[in-house]
């Protein structure tokens, strides 16, 4: 079992930047892939960002490349997302979640989310 619990979301003006952290804890933080989603009013959720285990590989949506930079420190059990550049698009609760598997598919674990607003 593991336990994700997302911090620093909040309000923002277009343009501005946020950093996303997701602490866990339980099972070693080190075994599992983790990824951040969001989800908007209305809209399904989707894949903003992983990153593999190591840490040596990641994966961006095209909506947020050059803009979104996924990073862990697994001393630490934490996964962030810093957040550039961002648009009114960008709104959404955001959330943490471990790939025990590593089939970027199967999501087992979640955190409860954070609001991102942004302002234009």
């Known amino acids: 079992q593991v336990q994700l619990v997302e911090s620093g979301g909040g309000l923002v003006q277009a343009g501005g930047s946020l950093r996303l952290s997701c602490g866990a804890s339980?099972?070693?933080?080190?075994?599992?892939?983790m990824g951040w989603f969001r989800q908007a009013p209305g809209k399904e959720r989707e894949i903003v960002a992983s990153i593999t285990r190591s840490g040596g590989r990641t994966y961006y949506a095209d909506s947020v490349k050059g803009r979104f930079t996924i990073s862990r420190d697994n001393a630490k059990n934490t996964v962030y997302l810093q957040m550039n550049s961002l648009k009114s698009e960008d709104t959404a609760v955001y959330y943490c979640a471990a790939d025990q598997g590593g089939t970027y598919k199967t999501w087992d674990y979640w955190g409860q989310g954070t609001q991102v607003t942004v302002s234009s």
């Open positions: 339980g099972r070693t933080f080190s075994n599992y892939i």
